[in-house]
């Protein structure tokens, strides 16, 4: 029988949601995209393919100013097929990070040695070149008692398992590695000393039998305090693979999202549950304390003392959910609203002051208008061939990767319960109960207790639960079919299941057997066997197994009051960060993602700190983090490589959207990210990217270069302050496991209040943000290696505002202005968007919706648009209105359409959709000629050509990529 717990006490706010669309869908559906379509953009000319892929080598390497990564961009590029040239050497030579001497123009006050290797911190050890300490914690720790000043934490080569934390006393504090020397910073343990033996099946002539070739180990010594489990096993530097099902070859594929959510609609366990439509799981909960306090901020932040942020100022009202909970114990696995998004009603109609037609937002904005609900469990179909044939003796160790059902982004749920009589397999959820208290004098109360701490399966009776899981990403959603292709229904697998340890470097932990654990694995097959560990048992064969701990490899912590100052981490690599997807998420704002506010390197409360020629190399969670505030600081010309999550994010406090207020102790502002490689993120999470932004004022992202990624490769999560620059960057692989995005991605839907001068109280205040410059950047929209789903190049969705886009080459795929308004795009050239394998061939998309008066102050001007003879170069996608009424204020002018090889100027009747239909009583469309669409006062100045050569465009595009 459950107990109450008469200290857990839960005030809910009961709310009903009004949707004129379901979830409220992004700008419009694009339903089953092509997913594949095929390695050629240009499968009609191979040659201007390939040239246009040289460049960006080219140009990738020159931005770069390094040599080292030509080879993985090459890779990435898939320049074999082109027989691309790779670069010898960059144009230009960055200096002072890659593998320089430790040096500080500053007096040094202390230079401290390290080697883990040979070192000692037993007393006496003076931590000089002969005499080095063991680790970087007691080298800290000797080098602050030297007082204020320079100080150098110089590392000779190997491994330091050990999390690095550094503090205000740690000011002026550079840690790198000695000249040469390779360094690892790791955020794992290492399993020394295992003796393995082999698992002994049931039935060794039963192929489906669990164990048939697998090899187990007991632990010889305790993970470190507090930690009882692990989410990653590396081997030699190899990320190996939780036991799975299906298997997966490679596990940074969408290919192994093979299996996919059955039974009829509606029949899934989260109908049962409709009841709880106004308590639809953690995604839609407050926690506060019994002082209105937001108790759960961010926990993982309460050792450094830095105290709440976010807190809620109780603006939210009846439209909310707001629990209260006396219980210290209980933490919830999501961070402040982390659900709606609430739009205060004061702010119902922001205007542009010159034009009342020039709205940012209105009324229907004011709605917090994302369903968070997700569902507690999902039918499987038990008759596919690939249904696995084996039982499971413990469901709940399991956990569920799935796609979001419209593929924007993904989901990972705790597993519970495993039901083959009606094939269910349901997740795991905190109980809740209603109270036997009655509701303190308010009718919109409801009062409820925590049943018990411990999760257990999610009800299907109608019962309150928080559901452990689904808050990777902001949107919600129902899991069953919705596509007539199967492969789009919320494709999933099940990983870390004993039982099905069946395929070459799998593992399974089991951390109740034997008194510190014992590891299971099934090893590789081939004839060496000490390079693919093919019988662990045998002589010889010996390798370093590192088992990931902690999220955090390197920290430094200050305050906006008394931050860490002068901190520089140079020329190490970080690895082995454990990964974060099964705890506190947060929305920061209002845009579609959940961010984790943790990374393998975490900065927050610094000023002039330096991230620089690092290699961050397959960390399981994010992997640099700009948090709060952070001023001044540079993360510069590291690499990384396969990041579980987002690789670089600068993200505010959560919880400025509810006053509309910036606070600007609280927020990123003027940091520079600099000469950055990105090779592969969203190995887990896949609402994630290479650099994501929310709620920060003019940082410049430049000369970086980023590939391969599931969503998109920048993601601006809302415009807040503004004044960010985008500038010479190169993008592509991009949106290759979702849809409805593009490589670039925007959101502008919460307004911001800020001070013009943010260090002067009485500063004006601004409501628009400042002007964010996106020039001179390389965006492909196209993936080189097949399965893509990139819709836009550049794609200002919702509200997107205040945009300067210029001289950018945009290859396979245009612009898109969805609503919002002040968006200047000029002078970029534009490469045959058909080549995109949704959302049509044309240049610009200029969208309205029913929410508002869309695009208001939005030019196209000065562009050079590279079609088919068949393609139109606009898109007016929901709404004639923007091209149709010139009062809309869309200018489209000066510029150039080439249609290379077409007989005849094509007809320009594509124009047709940006007109009014019959029922509007309008005339018949007037346009059928391009000259109809000049004396309709589009374009006017605007020209036609029929002939451009390959090496014209290329020409071209080098020409743009030079412009200041």
Known sequence: MLGRISSSRMFVWMCVLLLGRAGMTNAYWYGECVRDPGQWALPDNHELDCSLRQLTLTHSVDLLGRVTVAKSIFDGLNGAICNLTIPTAPASVETGVQHTTV????????????????GSDAAGTTGTDVDPLATIGHALRVARASGPGSKQIVLKAGTYYEQVNLGVADSGTTIAAAVGAAVTLSGGTPLANLTWTAVEPADSTDPNAWGVGAYKARLRQPLPSGITTFTGLFRDGERLTRAR???CAD??????????????????????????????????????????????????????????????????????????????????????????????????MICDATDPNGCRFDQTYNQQYWNQQVSGGFFYNASDETWTPRQWSNPSTGVVHMYHSSRWGGWIFQLATRNDSDARLMFACTLL?????????????????????????????????????????????????????????NSYFVENIKEELDFPNEWYFAADEGEHGTLYLMPSSGADAKANFSDPTTAGCEVTLVATMHERVVQIIGSASAPVREVAVENVTIAHAEATFLTQYEIPSGGD???????????????EVTIAGCTLDQVDGNGIFLSRYVRNSTVRGNDFFQIGETAILVVGASGMHRTNQANASEYPAFNTIDRNYVAGVGIWNKQSAAYFKSVTRANTVSRNVFHDGPRSGVNFNDGAMGGEVLRDNVLFNYVKESNDHGPFNSWDRQPYIYRVDEDKEDSTLAI?????????????NFNFHGAACGSIAVDHDDESSQYDVNNNVLLYGGVKCFDGMDRHVHDNLVVYPFASPVAGPECFHALSSTRNRSSAHTHFVSNHCVLRSTDFPYNCGAGPAPFYNISMHVELDSNTFSFPGAAAEPGWDGACKCYPGPKTGAPPCPFKTFSDWQAHGHDVHSTIQLTLSNAAIVAEAEHRLKQQ
């Open 103 to 118: 040096a500080s123009p500053r007096v040094v006050v202390a230079r401290v040695v390290v080697d883990s290797t040979s």
């Open 245 to 247: 099902f299906p298997n």
């Open 251 to 348: 596990i940074t594929s969408s290919s192994c999202y093979t299996l996919n959510a059955s039974g009829p609609a509606g029949k899934s366990p989260q109908a049962p549950m409709t009841a709880l439509a106004d308590m639809p799981g953690a995604m839609n909960l407050e926690v506060m304390n019994q002082n209105g306090v937001d108790m759960f901020a961010d926990t993982s932040d309460s050792a450094q003392a830095t105290g709440p942020h976010g807190a809620s100022d109780g603006t939210l009202g009846k439209a909310n959910l707001t629990i209260e909970v006396d219980h210290p114990d209980y933490a919830w696995r999501c961070h402040e609203d982390c659900g709606w998004v609430a739009y205060s009603k004061w702010r119902s």
């Open 433 to 489: 109960k209603p109270s036997a208290q009655e509701s303190a004098g308010d009718d919109n109360r409801t009062l409820y207790d925590v049943v018990s701490l411990t999760p257990t399966e999610c009800p299907t009776d109608g019962s309150a639960a928080v559901v452990l899981g689904g808050w990777q990403e902001a949107r919600g959603g129902d899991i069953g079919p919705r596509y007539t292709d199967k492969r789009f229904n």
């Open 593 to 607: 993602w959940a961010i984790k506010r943790s990374a393998a390197v975490f900065l927050d409360g610094v000023e």
């Open 768 to 780: 628009s943000p400042l002007t964010q410059l996106i020039t001179r950047n390389i965006i492909i």
